[in-house]
C-alpha cells in the first residue's frame, strides 16, 4: 500500500449542546457517497432516511428516477478532493428530512496519510447521537429530560421505546471505530480487486 492524500473531517451536528461532534480522516478519492456511509458510522446513525450534503449552491445526494430532481447531483460520482481543489473546505450535511438533522463537516487539513493504513478512519468523538425519529431537536430534548428523571411521566414509555438507558457520554468508540473500519477494508478489497483485474487485462 503507498500512501495516499487524506482529509481530515471534524463533523458536527448543528445547535446541540454540549456539542455532538466526530473527527473522521477520509481519503481525498473516497465519494461524497462514501463520506455519507462514514459519518452514519462514525456518528451512530442507522442509515433509515434520506439525506444530502450542500456545498455553497450545491447539492448531492441520492437521485430518485421516480422524483426526478435536476438541482441534486449524484453523490457518488463526486469525489472529495473535487471539492477540496474548488477551495470547499466546508459542507453541510442534512440527515433525516423529517428530524432534519444538520451536520457541518469542516475540512481541518489535508495532507499524506500514514504507510499501511487502509482509510476511513474513526479519530475521536464526544457525546451520542440522538436515537432514530426522536422528534428533531425539540423531541431529542423532551428525550433527555425523561431519560434522566425516573419520576418523569413519559420515562417509563420512552425508556421502552428506546430499549433502555441512554447515556450522552457513551459515544460507543469501539462500535464506531469498527464501523467505519469495515468501509476502509470493504474499500481497500475493492482497489486489489481491481489492480488484479487490470493486471489480467
Not at 48 to 60: M, T
Not at 114 to 140: I, L, M, N, S, W
Amino acid at each position: 500500500m503507498t500512501q495516499e492524500t487524506i482529509a481530515r473531517l471534524r463533523i458536527s451536528l448543528n445547535d446541540i449542546e454540549p456539542a455532538i461532534w466526530r473527527v473522521v480522516e477520509m481519503p481525498v478519492t473516497g465519494s461524497l457517497k462514501m463520506l455519507h456511509d462514514v459519518i452514519q458510522a462514525a456518528m451512530g446513525w442507522q442509515d433509515y432516511h434520506l439525506w444530502h450534503f450542500e456545498a455553497g449552491d450545491r447539492r448531492y445526494g441520492m437521485p430518485d428516477p421516480k422524483w426526478p430532481d435536476h438541482n441534486i447531483a449524484a453523490a457518488r460520482n463526486v469525489k472529495l478532493g473535487a471539492l477540496i481543489d474548488r477551495e470547499v473546505r466546508q459542507l453541510t450535511y442534512t440527515y433525516d428530512m423529517g428530524d432534519d438533522w444538520r451536520h457541518t463537516v469542516v475540512v481541518e487539513e489535508v495532507g499524506l496519510g500514514e504507510h499501511e493504513t487502509k482509510y476511513p478512519r474513526f479519530v475521536a468523538g464526544e457525546q451520542r447521537c440522538p436515537p432514530e425519529d426522536v422528534g428533531g431537536h425539540p423531541g431529542f430534548e423532551l428525550f433527555l429530560a425523561a431519560m434522566s428523571d425516573p419520576a418523569h411521566e413519559e420515562h417509563r414509555q420512552l425508556r421502552q421505546w428506546h430499549g433502555g438507558t441512554f447515556d450522552v457520554h457513551d459515544i460507543d468508540e469501539l462500535t464506531a471505530k469498527r464501523a467505519v473500519a469495515a468501509i476502509a477494508i470493504r474499500r481497500h478489497a475493492g482497489k486489489v480487486a481491481y489492480e488484479k483485474s487490470r493486471v489480467r487485462h
